[in-house]
């Protein structure tokens, strides 16, 4: 008999499970009622369970969910039935106690919208107005340039890192999910990318890790969604923590580093012949423009391949372009990403067979690694000169590796090449030297290979003290000098080098950044400032970039003693109409005339007005004016209108998105700010219900009742009001944040000691998570 619908819930606590099946019960008992089916009351004796769920999955007609507490196969359910175009209902049961992880850290059951009750009575209720039409649409327009999608964990451990280098050796371009970048995943940014993919890489950590229950569940999810849409998918389970339940017949166990090779090498080939099969929608509706409108990633690294259509030119990027830039500053969700792959793909494409472009990212966790075992050891001025030396030869050596790999080929049919090829193929080639994998995998290997060497040496000494000759002996396994040399004479023959260098300021630990860390990146911006000029003495045009976070260049500068000496460009926006201009290239690029004003583009996608403000204006004010903040924003609005079947986005969807990115914001800026000041991000959440505007004294007494001592008030305000969470009322009508002062805490403090009076607003972005809803 066919199910019309299934009730998917944890077995644990006992006393919810009875709740839920008394109100089954009760349903069933009404004449003319749907029927609604639970795991309980299936056959499964003698079954395989996951697949007999699966079964009736497909069969009914829509899913009903209780997410009370939040459970790996229940959550891989709900993705399924979302996958397989099901309508789904979630449920909470509002008399027990949120448990940790809640819905809000997860972020994927809020954006999807879920109803609560207290017993039975009140589910049974429930029922009634649940309906099987108008599920959530799944996108079934597939990214031929990117097919895979990975969901990637917070911490890039080895084995992780592993994961993603053999990804990248399987030559398939991916999309990413990167809990550093965005802390929540939304339900509508899962399902998009999973519908535009051929293949889904979901890894599964130990338990062991930090993060691990709220990277499993997002995993459970995307693994459902992946297997309703009938992708190829890869569960790779990490060590031998338990497989669950729903999963057991298709997730790989890696135990170690090296068994995710083959894992990876069998998934590739399964994406490869779904490149080749012909995927046709069982059910494809003609679809509003709002539905099939692509307004691109807010994470450059998932655009990478589309981002050329709708990249809006700025200043910062002309004079990358130029070379006139050494350092790439700003803030976090700025585009420096987006600088970067624009940068790398202009250069390589300007003249493909000549130049030579290095895009270099360090694994932050590795240097972290690097820098513990120094500090352990050696005193602070051979520390700096150590770091020095070792980026200079790790440079020395991808320059070296990057001119193999391109030429491997060319060498053979060029004369003036081979020689100087042969050169440094043997100098390059060393024994005992780990040239395979990726940067991430060369540079740890190296590390290893230094602390190996180290120990062996000095043993168990500290506060060492090494001379020149002393650290060459320790860094180097090359003869670095004629590397250098033979680089130098085969670059005559080349055309630009570029070596460009983007998550430096990622993965530092919990406890924010320090004087050490900060060593390390002055240490790298200055071996790339001496390649420059030794390359220049043979006329050798080195152009090299490094991207860097404000708050994280704010702190460099305070510490160097030649302070301004790098050119540097500012990333930061402070002009609206920029941000429109963002937004109005990536509405045309989907197929509308390009000269078409913004004006025009964006009545076509949201309602024009809210509650009488220019809709993109209002939106633009909440975005912290921050190009990634601003598109989560507009594609959370438009995931409501989406899910709510609206032509366009109205005044409800705005509400919608901007309770769900106000969540997400709130986040974001907490772990920024954790990033540079340890636990001072928690400071956020003093303002929970506090009014909008206050004086000065009113903030002190609400930060000294959080915790916060007296004599560290005005360092913290000092801090709301950098990150922009608060700013300056000038008059009635009209507050100033820090962007509005050009990003200068000098004019912002200027401001302030001319205003003594003025009061703090807490920026309107953060009401609807701060339940702000007073002005005084």
């Given amino acids: 008999m066919n199910k019309t619908a299934f009730f998917a819930y944890t077995a644990m606590p006992v006393a919810l499970g009875e709740t839920i099946e008394r109100a089954l019960n009760q349903a069933r008992s009404l004449s003319g009622f749907s029927q609604i089916f639970s795991w309980k009351a299936l056959d499964i004796a003698g079954h395989f369970i996951p697949l007999e769920i699966e079964q009736q999955l497909e069969e009914a007609r829509f899913l009903v969910a209780d997410i009370t507490f939040l459970n790996f196969n229940v959550t891989y359910e709900i993705g399924f039935a979302i996958g397989k175009g099901k309508r789904t209902f979630l449920v909470r049961n509002r008399s027990f106690q949120e448990q940790s992880p809640n819905i809000r850290e997860i972020g994927l059951f809020d954006t999807l919208g879920y109803s609560e009750y207290a017993n039975a009575d009140d589910l049974r209720q429930l029922f009634s107005s649940f309906s099987p039409d108008d599920p959530i649409e799944v996108s079934t327009t597939l990214n031929k340039k990117a097919p895979v999608y990975v969901l990637e964990a917070k911490h890039k451990t080895d084995w992780m890192s592993r994961v993603i280098s053999r990804v990248k050796k399987a030559r398939y371009t991916f999309r990413n999910f990167d809990p550093n970048e965005s802390p929540r995943l939304s339900a509508y940014d899962a399902i998009s990318h999973v519908g535009q993919s051929y293949g889904v890489l979901v890894p599964l950590i130990s338990a062991a890790q930090d993060g691990a229950t709220v990277h499993n569940l ?20 990490q060590g031998d923590g338990p497989v669950p339940v729903d999963l057991r017949d298709v997730a790989e166990t890696a135990q170690r580093v090296e068994d995710v090779n083959e894992v990876v090498a069998e998934f590739a080939s399964r994406v490869a012949e779904a490149f080749q099969e012909d995927h046709v929608a069982l059910h494809t509706p003609k679809a509003t423009f709002l539905q099939t409108m692509d307004l691109g990633s807010s994470s450059a690294e998932n655009e990478m391949r589309t981002l050329g259509k709708y990249y809006l030119v700025t200043d910062a990027f002309l004079k990358s372009l130029r070379g006139e830039a050494h350092l790439v500053v700003g803030r976090k969700g700025s585009g420096k990403s987006a600088v970067f792959l624009q940068l790398r793909d ?29 500090l352990s050891f050696m005193r602070e001025g051979t520390l700096q000169h150590t770091i020095t030396a070792f980026w200079n030869y ?27 090829y042969k050169k440094l193929e043997d100098l390059y080639h060393v024994q005992k030297y780990f040239s395979e994998g990726d940067f991430s995998e060369r540079i740890g290997a190296l590390i290893e290979k230094i602390q190996t060497d180290y120990n062996k040496k000095y043993g168990g000494e500290v506060d060492v003290e090494l001379d020149s000759a002393q650290v060459t002996e320790l860094l180097y396994q090359h003869d670095v000098k004629r590397l250098e040399i033979e680089l130098t004479k085969y670059m005559k023959h080349k055309g630009a080098l570029w070596l460009l260098f983007d998550n430096v300021d990622k993965g530092w630990p919990t406890t924010g950044l320090q004087h050490a860390d900060l060593m390390i990146i002055r240490g790298l911006i200055d071996a790339s400032r001496k390649i420059e000029r030794e390359f220049s003495k043979q006329d050798v045009a080195v152009n090299t970039v ?64 809210y509650k009488g403000e220019d809709s993109l204006q209002y939106l633009i004010d909440r975005s912290l004016m921050r190009p990634r903040f601003l598109l989560n924003l507009i594609n959370q609005c438009k995931a409501s209108a989406v899910n709510h079947r609206h032509a366009k986005i109205d005044e409800s969807d705005i509400e919608k998105g901007l309770k769900t990115f106000s969540v997400d914001i709130l986040t974001d800026v907490e772990y920024e700010i954790n990033d540079i000041s340890p636990n001072s991000g928690e400071v956020l959440y003093a303002f929970i219900d506090s009014p909008s505007i206050m004086d000065s004294k009113c ?68 009401y609807q998570a701060l339940t702000i809803t007073r002005k005084r």
């Avoid at 201009?581 to 004006?599: F, M, Q, T, Y």
């Fill in 546 to 609: 490094v991207f860097l976070r404000n708050d994280v260049y704010e702190l460099l500068v305070q510490e160097t003693s030649d302070r301004g000496k790098e050119g540097n460009v500012m990333l930061d926006w402070t002009d609206q109409d920029l941000l429109r201009e963002l937004v109005r290239l990536r509405i045309v690029a989907n197929g509308i005339k390009d000269s078409l004003p913004i004006e025009i583009v964006w009545p076509m996608i949201c309602a024009s007005h």
């Fill in 346 to 374: 202009r250069e390589r494409s300007r003249n493909p067979s000549q130049n030579i472009v290095l895009d270099l990212k360090p694994e932050g966790y590795k240097l972290v690694k690097f820098k513990e075992m120094m």
């Fill in 394 to 420: 790790v440079l020395l050596l991808e320059i070296c590796y990057k001119v193999l790999e391109k030429d491997e080929k060319r060498h053979l049919n060029d004369h003036d090449l081979f020689d100087s």
């Fill in 218 to 237: 997002r995993g459970a999810f995307v693994a459902g969604l992946a297997a309703g849409m009938g992708k190829a998918l890869c569960v790779l389970q």
């Fill in 699 to 766: 903030v002190v007494e609400l930060l000294e009742r959080f915790g916060i001592s007296a004599s560290s008030t005005a360092g913290v305000i000092d801090l709301l009001l950098w990150y922009g969470f608060l700013g300056v009322q000038v008059d009635a009508e009209e507050v100033r944040y820090i962007y509005d002062f050009s990003y200068s805490r000098r004019m912002l403090t200027g401001f302030l000691k001319a205003t003594p009076s003025a009061a703090y607003a807490v920026n309107p972005a953060f």
